[in-house]
């Protein structure tokens, strides 16, 4: 990104420089106040790395950059995982009738992207009966008066927050990686916007800022975590977090809480109680793609007639 703002000044950032640019141009051609700011944000460690004085310092940088920008006061944590917890997600097809509350409660909390759109979530309508099922083939654009339609059945695709994820792997900036808990995150100041982490998901779960992202200020969600749901840049890959900033709060992701159904599962793989546990025990469970050995943490079920045996 490398552009003028409304005063003229010719802006760079850290992602640009690392494609080429000239970085002592850019200091230059900003006034002293956002200079600091620049090279504060250009020096800045890789997250894993910052001390805890750093990272507050981080985030008051970021809160201040964002509450400039969007008129009003936005908060951004860094909560950390918590003990002895991993999250799991389990999805009842069963129940799903393809409202896609989830997916627009998603796009609020998470602070996607509203033109360009982003959607972390897509739900898929597949028909009944069929012997085999593509996902690539099934109708992700469907469009009818009433759901569920007659005769079809919907199966919400997003992160699987692999155990193995290959998108990690792939990533040449480290600038994504998995947490104590299980979550994928991505650290928006680190990516390069190279996508390769994109091509090496087998669930098209990433998406690409090809444009500046567009909030609109009344609908910007100000309470954010900075691995998670804080505004992002243009050319950055995002993903789903499992709503790191309210998960690790205690809360259940937007999604779940948007379900009109109850289709939607998520818990501490860890807790014996946990409502995820009982999924996996007591439903025959099956997870995407299992044959690429990628060992997702989400977990597909048919909720009716679909008990394990005792």
Known sequence: ????????????????????????????????????????????????????????????????????????????????????????????????????????????????????????????????????????????????????????????????QCADPPCV???PATATWKEKDGIVVVDYNWCIGCRYCMAACPYGARHFNWAKPNIPVEELNANTHYLGNRPRYKGVVEKCTFCIQRSRNGRYPACVEACPVGARKFGNLLDPNSEIRYCIENYRVFRLKEELNTKPQFYYFFGVGNRRKP
Request: charged share 30%.
């Open 1 to 160: 990104m490398n552009k003028k703002n409304k005063s003229g000044e010719k802006k760079i950032d850290r992602r640009t420089f690392l494609k080429g640019a000239a970085i002592g141009a850019a200091a230059v051609a900003l006034p002293l106040d956002k200079a600091d700011a620049f090279w504060e944000s250009f020096l800045q460690k890789h997250f894993t790395e910052l001390s805890e004085a750093d990272i507050a310092k981080v985030l008051k940088r970021l809160e201040n950059e964002y509450s400039q920008e969007y008129k009003k006061p936005v908060s951004v944590n860094a909560t950390k995982p918590q003990e002895n917890v991993i999250y799991g997600y389990g999805l009842d097809i069963a129940r799903c009738i393809g409202c896609r509350r989830c997916v627009h409660a998603c796009v609020t909390e998470n602070n996607q992207s509203r033109d360009p759109e982003i959607q972390w979530i897509t739900v898929l309508k597949m028909k009944k009966g069929e012997k085999l099922y593509d996902l690539e083939k099934s109708d992700r654009y469907y469009n009818p008066d009433l759901v569920p339609e007659p005769g079809y059945f919907y199966m919400p695709v997003q992160c699987q």
């Open 169 to 171: 792997k792939a990533c």
